[in-house]
């Protein structure tokens, strides 16, 4: 597709279980960005990609919380032990890298831990 | 590092009144400035961003922004909005870099609902 594409749109996991999220950015994207959506947070960034630079991970809010960039396209963020805190959107966004290149974001997935 | 405030979490107004949003950003290096929209259920789309040059930007959806340095503002308007324009809107920012890639990282504002009534 043309854009960002997300999967899964929807999961509902039981707390303590663990969760992948897949991001498929747009082609030729060099740069590639996770966000978190919850009430009360906002919009918080997660971690970014940029080429084989090594990411910047620096919003990442625990150590069960972890992503992997493969052949500098697709993307998995990977919940370990989720808690029922990590409901929220995930959403994913590519950009061409170079400074004011526009983001482009996914729909999201949702996630429930119940 | 860099913060974001919208100074109003919701506004309501009638359909083809005028319309402000409000940002306000703090950054001690230079940045660019970006406004989203966020439709229900559905990821967010750039209505417009600011670079350089002229301080008044056009976006999409008839919506302009006027970035202000001394008032470190970036406020958003549209002379005339519609019952479709109801939405959430977020402010942003991410600074610049001397050496052209981009550090991508943006900081978001809390985001405005505006509504629209008829």
């Known amino acids: 597709g043309a854009g960002v594409s997300q999967s899964p749109s929807n999961k509902v996991t039981e707390k303590g279980k663990d969760v992948e999220l897949r991001c498929d950015p747009i082609?030729?994207?060099?740069?590639l960005y996770w966000y978190r959506q919850s009430l009360g947070q906002g919009l918080e960034f997660l971690i970014y990609?940029?080429?084989?630079?090594?990411?910047?991970k620096s919003g990442l809010p625990s150590d069960r919380f972890s992503a992997e960039r493969t052949g500098g396209s697709v993307s998995t963020l990977t919940i370990q032990r989720t808690q029922q805190e990590d409901s929220a959107v995930y959403l994913c966004?590519?950009?061409?890298?170079?400074?004011?290149?526009?983001?482009?974001f996914g729909e999201g997935s949702w996630l429930t831990v119940v | 590092a860099q913060s974001v405030t919208q100074l109003d979490s919701q506004v309501p107004v009638f359909e083809e009144a005028p319309v402000e949003l409000r940002c306000n950003y703090s950054s001690s290096v230079s940045v660019y400035l970006f406004w989203y929209v966020q439709y229900p259920n559905q990821g967010l789309q750039l209505l417009l961003k600011?670079?350089?040059?002229?301080?008044l930007v056009k976006g999409i959806n008839g919506f302009e922004a006027e970035f202000n340095k001394s008032q470190t503002s970036f406020h958003l308007r549209k002379p005339s909005v519609h019952i479709s324009d109801t939405a959430e809107y977020f402010c942003?920012?991410?600074?610049?870099?001397?050496?052209?890639?981009?550090?991508?990282?943006?900081?978001f504002g809390q985001g405005t609902i505006l509504t629209v009534h008829p």
């Open positions: 600011y670079l350089s040059g002229s301080t």
């Open positions: 990609f940029q080429g084989n630079s090594a990411p910047d």
């Open positions: 942003a920012v991410t600074r610049t870099n001397a050496g052209g890639t981009s550090y991508g990282k943006l900081t």
């Open positions: 966004a590519s950009s061409l890298g170079r400074q004011g290149n526009t983001i482009y």
């Open positions: 082609s030729g994207h060099t740069a």
